[in-house]
């Protein structure tokens, strides 16, 4: 017997987690959405570079009397955005200073909407996985868990720590079930 199909999947050990709660009904939404919020923060923390993070910070908070002017410099750092989440957050920064007015809060808007578009690439991962390992039914309930669990999860306070708008506030990892009086929360 195996211990379920989140041991073989092909990700890092915080999302094989998200995978192992959301497969289980002890696990309330909220409880899936802090370790989802876990998750997505890693993988930011790992894929954004700090110096490129430095050079939006920078263009967008300088001073500019002209939206195209901060179009252009933000068109002129398009090459240095690496592949996934850094060219998630550029693509959203970019569409974002053509609607709204540039600043630091648009750029932590489009790291957070960065972080959702990770997130949602991840729980189709994770789907497609359990669809391949165990039966259909299984899969969607996976998927109405995961988009459950995003659904509580704020990207927006995970852009606020990735972008050190508060660092003294990281989520540690997921408080684990242990005790007796640790079981499914009743209603």
């Given at each position: 017997?195996?211990?379920?199909?989140?041991?073989?999947?092909?990700?890092?050990?915080?999302?094989?987690?998200?995978?192992?709660?959301?497969?289980?009904?002890?696990?309330?939404?909220?409880?899936?959405?802090?370790?989802?919020?876990?998750?997505?923060?890693?993988?930011?923390?790992?894929?954004?570079?700090?110096?490129?993070?430095?050079?939006?910070?920078?263009?967008?908070?300088?001073?500019?009397?002209?939206r195209e002017d901060t179009s252009a410099r933000l068109?002129?750092?398009?090459?240095?955005?690496?592949?996934?989440?850094?060219?998630?957050?550029?693509?959203?920064?970019?569409?974002?200073?053509?609607?709204?007015?540039?600043?630091?809060?648009?750029?932590?808007?489009?790291?957070?909407?960065?972080?959702?578009?990770?997130?949602?690439?991840?729980?189709?991962?994770?789907?497609?996985?359990?669809?391949?390992?165990?039966?259909?039914?299984r899969a969607r309930d996976m998927r109405g868990r995961?988009?459950?669990?995003?659904?509580?999860?704020?990207?927006?306070?995970?852009?606020?720590?990735?972008?050190?708008?508060?660092?003294?506030?990281?989520?540690?990892?997921?408080?684990?079930?242990?005790?007796?009086?640790?079981?499914?929360?009743?209603?």
């Open positions: 017997m195996s211990d379920g199909p989140h041991r073989s999947l092909p990700m890092r050990p915080a999302w094989r987690r998200v995978a192992h709660w959301a497969d289980r009904q002890a696990f309330a939404p909220d409880e899936v959405g802090e370790a989802l919020a876990v998750a997505v923060e890693q993988d930011c923390r790992q894929e954004l570079r700090p110096q490129f993070l430095a050079e939006l910070r920078r263009v967008v908070e300088e001073p500019s009397l002209f068109a002129a750092l398009n090459p240095t955005a690496g592949a996934g989440i850094e060219r998630s957050v550029m693509d959203r920064l970019c569409f974002l200073t053509e609607t709204e007015a540039p600043g630091f809060a648009t750029l932590q808007a489009a790291v957070a909407m960065a972080a959702q578009d990770c997130a949602n690439r991840r729980a189709r991962q994770i789907e497609e996985h359990f669809l391949r390992r165990t039966s259909s039914s995961l988009h459950a669990a995003a659904d509580v999860t704020s990207f927006a306070s995970v852009a606020a720590r990735v972008l050190g708008v508060d660092p003294h506030h990281r989520p540690a990892a997921p408080a684990k079930h242990t005790g007796l009086d640790d079981g499914v929360k009743l209603p």
